[in-house]
T-cell receptor
Framework: QQQVKQSPQSLIVQKGGISIINCAYE??????FPWYQQFPGKGPALLIA?????SEKKEGRFTISFNKSAKQFSLHIMDSQPGDSATYFC???????????FGTGTRLQVFP | EPEVTQTPSHQVTQMGQEVILRCVPI?????FYWYRQILGQKVEFLVS????????KSEIFDDQFSVERPDGSNFTLKIRSTKLEDSAMYFC??????????????FGPGTRLTVL
């Protein structure tokens, strides 16, 4: 079964706080794990991505943590800002394909 | 900065009618995709297209759907006879590279399709 489960559905964080969004997958046949950010009225935009041969990737305030044995990966947003308020989708690409299988999305609201 | 564009932004149609959704991918990209997002639900893969043929399609992409790259710049999704359940946001995406571990897909702003 090619599914990606995402939680929480919504998240409210104070400015300056850490936002954490979690995803889990059910089979091991994925080899690319991107996170997409979507603002209202816009298409999803790639935020950060990781391959399964590394356990962590950091780009600025955004970090992906990847746990291959647990089949879980998470997005951490440090020093969250009101401009980070958006919907975040995790995704995964199966081996030998280029389609993206998306999680259900997390609506993040960052309040000043 | 290059971007994927889609037209129209909103399409309203009657059930049973044919619709064509249009996309202009980023100019040097070779791989093209359609996804859809039913309101409040996750983004779902429909089809991928490379070298003028479908490379993969989902179970959603049945005989009522077709894709075409008619002129080297546009990429279209046709729904032959729309159903109420086709109402969704349709996203076009394109990618320059294909390969294990690297697949940055650039998404357009979407076309909201409403079937009445």
């Amino acid at each position: 079964q090619q599914q990606v489960k995402q939680s929480p559905q919504s998240l409210i964080v104070q400015k300056g706080g850490i936002s954490i969004i979690n995803c889990a997958y059910e089979n091991t046949a994925f080899d690319y794990f991107p996170w997409y950010q979507q603002f209202p009225g816009k298409g999803p935009a790639l935020l950060i991505a990781i391959r399964p041969d590394v356990s962590e990737k950091k780009e600025g305030r955004f970090t992906i943590s990847f746990n291959k044995s647990a089949k879980q990966f998470s997005l951490h947003i440090m020093d969250s800002q009101p401009g980070d308020s958006a919907t975040y989708f995790c995704a995964a690409t199966p081996y030998n394909t280029d389609k993206l299988i998306f999680g259900t999305g997390t609506r993040l609201q960052v309040f000043p | 900065e290059p971007e994927v564009t889609q037209t129209p932004s909103h399409q309203v149609t009657q059930m049973g009618q044919e619709v064509i959704l249009r996309c202009v991918p980023i100019s040097n990209h070779l791989y093209f995709y359609w996804y859809r997002q039913i309101l409040g639900q996750k983004v779902e893969f429909l089809v991928s297209f490379y070298n003028n043929e479908i490379s993969e399609k989902s179970e959603i992409f049945d005989d009522q759907f077709s894709v075409e790259r008619p002129d080297g710049s546009n990429f279209t999704l046709k729904i032959r006879s729309t159903k109420l359940e086709d109402s969704a946001m349709y996203f076009c995406a394109s990618s320059a590279l294909l390969g294990v571990g690297y697949n940055e897909q650039f998404f357009g702003p979407g076309t909201r399709l409403t079937v009445l």
